[in-house]
């Protein structure tokens, strides 16, 4: 073998010199991506710190209006077991009041024909009873006997009293 040419030494220099440069450059291409990805990691780590803070705090805002929510649920259902005993109450009033709304339902309608008989029982009172004995005013229906008041016993029949109107009711 030979020794090389001094052409070729120079050569082979300026390759060694140019593999030198390019892994000097690529080191720092990765000392820069190395710092970029460990800045990312920062930031992704401070990132995932705030959500998970974030995330712990939309947690306890949930339970608290989970309790204030439970807390307005049993006030609600206090409210409408209230009601439902007042309903009940007033129902059984109602139930009460029924047969009493009805009596007076039956007054107020009998109320004119009672009105009309007791204002026509005042007027046979005011005309008074007829006159007995006067021979020149005969009863209106003809001889017979007098108005009484009578049961239908025959024992009543012999013991007839004349009518008198009066206005006790």
């Known amino acids: 073998m030979s020794a090389p040419q001094p052409l070729q ?40 710190q705030q959500l998970r803070a974030a995330l712990e705090e939309l947690g306890r805002a949930k339970d ?7 807390e307005q649920l049993l006030t609600s259902e206090a409210t409408v077991h209230s009601l439902q005993a007042a309903l009940r109450q007033r129902n059984e009033l109602i139930g009460q009041l029924q047969p009493r ?9 009998w109320r004119p024909p009672v009105a ?12 008074g009873p007829l006159p007995t004995g006067d021979p020149s005013h005969p009863p ?24 008198v109107f009066g206005t006790t009711v």
């Open 140 to 163: 209106p229906s003809g001889p017979g006997p007098g108005l009484a008041n009578s049961t239908g016993d025959e024992e009543d029949r012999n013991h007839l009293q004349p009518a």
């Open 101 to 109: 709304a009805e009596l007076l339902q039956d007054i107020c309608r």
């Open 64 to 70: 608290c209006e989970i309790a204030a929510l439970q």
């Open 9 to 48: 030494i120079r050569e082979a220099n300026a390759h060694l010199a140019a593999v030198h440069r390019r892994a000097a450059e690529l080191e720092a291409r990765l000392d820069a991506a190395e710092r970029t990805v460990s800045a990312q990691a920062e930031r992704l780590a401070r990132h995932d």
């Open 116 to 127: 009309g008989l007791l204002a026509a029982l005042a007027e046979a009172e005011r005309l």
